[in-house]
């Protein structure tokens, strides 16, 4: 019903930014946009950990360990999410997976999946 596209990730340096993008587009049909995403990531040998929400009311929350870096920002126009990182430390490498909640339809439907996961990586 709904394919993911991520995209924006790379190699960047210590202090760098990256802004990452998560596109939601219907296969089958159009979507009305949004509702709500979470952003997860994936070190190598590490769980996967929440690291931004933004709830259906835009509230947006993050993890401690990227509070005042990482902003989340919707482009309802586009159908598209946006992490914006900026400072970025080494310890932020991982996979990056975008979790969003989909209005399909007027009557409130809705599609939750996962996009594809993309690489950030943080070195000198």
């Known amino acids: 019903q709904v394919q993911l596209v991520e995209s924006g990730g790379g190699l960047v340096q210590p202090g760098g930014s990256l802004r990452l993008s998560c596109a939601a587009s219907?296969?089958?049909?159009?979507?009305?946009?949004?509702?709500?995403i979470d952003w997860f990531r994936q070190a190598p040998g590490k769980q996967r950990e929440l690291v931004a929400v933004?709830?259906?009311?835009?509230?947006?929350n993050y993890a401690d360990s990227v509070k005042g870096r990482f902003t989340i920002y919707t482009d309802n126009a586009k159908n598209t999410v946006y992490l914006q990182m900026d400072s970025l430390k080494p310890d932020d490498t991982a996979v990056y997976y975008c979790?969003?909640?989909?209005?399909?339809?007027?009557?409130?439907?809705?599609?939750?999946?996962w996009g594809q996961g993309i690489q950030v990586t943080v070195s000198p």
């Open positions: 933004s709830t259906r009311d835009g509230t947006t």
């Open positions: 979790n969003p909640e989909v209005l399909l339809d007027h009557y409130g439907t809705t599609w939750t999946g």
């Open positions: 219907g296969t089958s049909g159009s979507i009305l946009g949004i509702n709500a």
